[in-house]
């Protein structure tokens, strides 16, 4: 009962995303197309409501929800590892049409193929768990 919150947070996101046609195979071929801004604009704005977020946090210290204290810190950059993840995540991302974030909107949507691209992303994260320490971090 007390994940129940989660879920229809996560409903009602799903809902967003389809609403919003975030999810539209059609408009993320025409965002790497370079066709219309559509996608950029959406993307542009969720990276100012996260900037603005985090801007709030730090400034007046807010807490979660049960009270504890959110610790923002930076990761260490690595270019070639930032390089090669890029690269993967958009091949992903273009090749089935939607980044990993929507597929379980999509999937709700009733698009049944998308399965085989939340199969191929739990093996990609379990693929990445056992390489870990061999890669350069």
Same mark, same amino acid.
């Given at each position: 009962?007390? &994940?129940?919150?989660y879920?229809?947070?996560g409903?009602?996101? %799903?809902?967003?995303?389809?609403?919003?046609?975030?999810? !539209? +195979?059609f408009?993320i071929?025409?965002? *790497?197309h370079f066709?219309s *801004?559509y996608m950029y604009?959406?993307?542009g !704005?969720?990276?100012?409501v996260?900037?603005?977020s985090?801007?709030?946090i730090?400034? *007046?210290r807010?807490?979660a929800?049960?009270g504890?204290?959110?610790k923002?810190? %930076?990761?260490?950059f690595?270019?070639v590892?930032n &390089?090669?993840g890029g690269i993967?995540?958009g091949l %992903?991302w273009?090749?089935?049409g939607?980044?990993?974030g929507?597929?379980?909107?999509?999937l709700?949507? %009733?698009? +049944?193929?998308?399965?085989l691209?939340?199969a191929g992303?739990l093996?990609?994260?379990?693929?990445y768990?056992?390489l870990?320490p061999h890669?350069p971090h």
């Open positions: 009962m007390k &994940l129940l919150k879920f229809l947070i409903i009602y996101f %799903g809902v967003v995303l389809i609403k919003g046609e975030v999810i !539209s +195979w408009r071929q025409e965002m *790497f066709r *801004f604009g959406v993307l !704005s969720a990276v100012v996260g900037v603005i985090v801007a709030l730090r400034t *007046f807010i807490r929800a049960g504890a204290e959110i923002l810190t %930076g990761k260490p690595n270019r590892g &390089l090669a993967i995540f %992903g273009a090749l089935t939607a980044c990993p929507p597929l379980y909107a999509l709700g949507a %009733g698009y +049944w193929a998308v399965l691209a939340i992303a093996a990609g994260t379990v693929a768990g056992y870990k890669l």
